[in-house]
């Protein structure tokens, strides 16, 4: 029989129960106690599930209370001096790093205030995980053994599994060195870090794990020649080693075969590859196995959420099976199903035909153990009738195709993506219509997301209370902001955003082309999830989706007020798109049904317009070549359409975070301000880069992922710092990203502070 397995399972829980404990924890609700019971309770569900599908091979240690990355320098000491010296316990030390922590002393406890660590996007995904960051410092052993922990609890439950970890290699090389070792690379602490890497081994082995799962995805990147050279420096000396498991080498996201002399060879028991991103490796990865080694075929898609094609996937596999042979062969999910919803069984509302051609994480448990009992000669002949339906009408649905969209996308030229006027001439009657301070303050764009404010929308949802009656409920809110903004004396204004769930979800479910669900949540880091909706067919846009709250807003006050979208781009990537048209064609396709939205905003009067891109980064193409440089190409041609159809005096703002950005792939966006997330970046040269950048730029002066209230010095010291290698003239103070996970307490604060600093620059200059 070829066996099937899964490479890791959603964490979260079926109905969100690790986020609303660990979020009650943080609150002081519950104790920890209560916190870890509920992660053992998630746990063992996940295994069962899995065994009970029929699943062979089975991950543990793919659970976390935050962020596996962070686990793992939890796990190995990787933690900056500053978090240890509170005396925390483990977990808290955990969420300290992860989210910050600004506690006042009590009777038994000091005060704590300590900034979170940098999170960034895993891969192209929109998952984060918070980046290991070292020092000369840093003395690796182990903390605990967690994978030992949750592979024993698998094991009491009579469930064998394969503990995961991220490999040396690809835990180094993701992170970064601290502050106080600028000039320090990770992959140098390579060897020092091995010894612990072997003991976390050792003793898995000695618990009875046969087999561990070393995620190395950094293989699907373009790797400086050390770090390629560094896989057979850790896998020999870790083959070495008395009384370790067998390894098999994971990859995913994309195609290894650049990197393919750099895991030739090694001494580990198999590989694993994502075919469904990379099919067209096969040939040469297949190539490199050796002796006994496997083949762990990843062909269940872990980062979309549609219903596998068995056809398709059978024949794959039956291909592998020829050349390496069928007890060699596993058939895999492609990733982690972290990236997917938990279950599609709990959708209770979506149209059934619709429904039939999605698979959750659940479904794809099946998927994996099919494929792998039809390609041993299992009868499974009724489950793949039922898929070849499933595929079928999906392909053939009037709900898939818009001639009218299609028409309207053949027609966009250059004279569609090019503003009036370049920005010195607009910048010249932007200045004279808004008549700015130096060092204009604003936010990007959403407010604290309140109780209160869920509340009433989970009432207008079920029909407790009526369009009219929520809409002033939304209105107050936006006043109490635009109020809260005047007074603190921000220059431009926002509406805060009390009407969006979600910043893609919101636009997502007024455009014509999407589907929803109504728990189909998915980590983005921490305890936020997101629930992303569903690109099925050609988008447009009926009608106008934000005029009315931001004209409302507008009317509140005398100041500008920003008029706030999200950009196709970040539409498209928040969103699980189709698999059955290119990327480009949906991206054109929203800016399309953007530019109406942003025309409409101007001319209703508001006439500063921020179209975020915070996922313009995240979607670049992982190596460097074609498809990069056409994805440039057309993730700035699509932002362009949406944005050029307006004025001069128009002022169109961008935003971006989550990653390093490069300057020059935001210049062909042409905005006239940008605004980036930028707090966290310690490194002088990178804000080198940007004292290039043509236009204007806010850069992020506060992390926003953290409740701690940084004090008016501290703004001054940091934009101080700043303005020694970056034009005054261009500089806006804004926080990193929005407020929406915040509460007014701190957002009050932090705000007042910012604008201080900002009174203060201007008093100087
Ligand atoms: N305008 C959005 C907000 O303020 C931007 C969020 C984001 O960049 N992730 O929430
Ligand atoms: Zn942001």
Known sequence: MVESSVLGFPRIGAFRELKKNTEAYWAGKIGADQLLAVGKEIREKNWKLQKEAGVDIIP?????????????????????????????????????????????????????????????????????????TFSHSTEFKLNGQKPVDEYLEAKALGIETRPVLVGPVSYLYLGKPDKDSLDLKPISLLEKILPVYTEILQKLAAAGAKEVQIDEPTLVLDLPEE??????????????????????????????????????????????????????????????????????????????????????????????????GAEKVVVATSSSLLHTPVDLENEKKLDAEIKNWFSFATQKLSEVVTIAKAVSGADVSSALEANAAAVKSRKESDLTNDAAVE?????????????????????????????????????????????????????????????????????????????????????????????????????????KGYAFTTNGWVQSYGSRYVRPPIIVGDVSRPKAMSVKESVY??????????????????????????????????????????????????AAGVTVIQVDEPA????????????????????????????????????????????????????????????????????????????????HI?????????????????FVARIGEILKVYPADKFWVNPDCGLKTRGWEETKASLTNMVDAAKFYREKY
């Open 616 to 695: 313009i980064r995240e979607g670049l193409p992982l190596r460097a070549g074609q498809e990069r440089s056409d994805y440039l190409e057309w993730a700035a041609e699509s932002f362009r359409v949406a944005t050029s159809g307006v004025r001069d005096d128009t002022q169109i703002h961008s935003h971006f975070c989550y990653s390093d950005l490069d300057p020059n792939h935001i210049k062909a966006l042409d905005a006239d301000v940008v605004s980036i997330e930028f707090s966290k970046k310690d490194d002088p040269k990178y804000i080198q880069e940007f004292s290039n950048y043509p236009n």
């Open 553 to 602: 807003a507008q009317s509140l006050t005398k100041k500008p007020l920003k008029g706030m979208l999200t950009g196709p781009v970040t539409c498209l990537r928040w969103s699980f798109p189709r698999d059955d048209v290119s990327q480009k064609v949906q991206s054109l396709q929203l800016s399309l049904a953007l530019r109406d939205e942003v025309n409409d905003l101007e």
């Open 60 to 132: 543990s240690n793919d659970f976390s209370y935050y962020d596996q990355v962070l686990d793992l320098s939890l796990l190995f000491n990787v933690i900056p001096d500053r978090y240890t010296k509170f005396d925390l316990p483990q977990l808290d030390v955990l969420f300290a790093m992860g989210r910050g922590l600004q506690r006042k002393a009590t009777e038994s406890t000091k005060a704590v205030d300590v900034t979170a660590l940098e999170m960034v996007k895993w891969f192209d995904s929109n998952y984060h995980y918070v980046r290991p």
């Open 227 to 324: 770090v390629q050279s560094a896989f057979k420096t850790a896998y020999d000396i870790l083959a070495k080693a008395e009384g370790l498991p067998k390894l098999v080498l994971t990859t995913y996201f994309g195609d290894v075969t650049p990197n393919l002399a750099a895991i030739k060879n090694l001494p580990v028991s198999g590989f694993h590859f994502d075919f469904v991103r990379a099919p067209q490796q096969f040939d040469e990865v297949v190539s490199i196995l050796s002796g006994e080694q496997t083949l762990s075929v990843g062909i269940v898609d872990g980062r979309n959420i549609w219903k596998n094609d068995f056809s398709k996937s059978i024949a794959f596999v039956k291909k592998a099976i020829e050349k390496v």
């Open 698 to 714: 806010g850069l992020g002066l506060f992390d926003i992922h953290s409740p701690r209230i940084p004090s008016k010095e501290e």
């Open 407 to 511: 028409a309207r996308l053949s027609k966009i030229d250059k004279s569609l993506s090019t503003r009036k006027s370049p920005f010195p001439e607009r910048l010249t009657v932007q200045k004279a219509k808004y008549n700015l301070p130096l060092f204009p303050t604003t936010t990007i764009g959403s407010f604290p997301q309140t109780k209160d404010i869920r509340i009433n929308r989970n009432k207008f949802a079920k029909g407790e209370i009526t369009a009219e009656q929520y809409e002033e409920f939304i209105n107050s809110e936006i006043e109490k902001v635009v109020r809260f903004q005047e007074e603190v004396g921000l220059d431009v204004l926002v509406h805060g955003e009390p009407e969006r769930n979600d910043m893609v979800q919101y636009f997502g479910e007024q455009l």
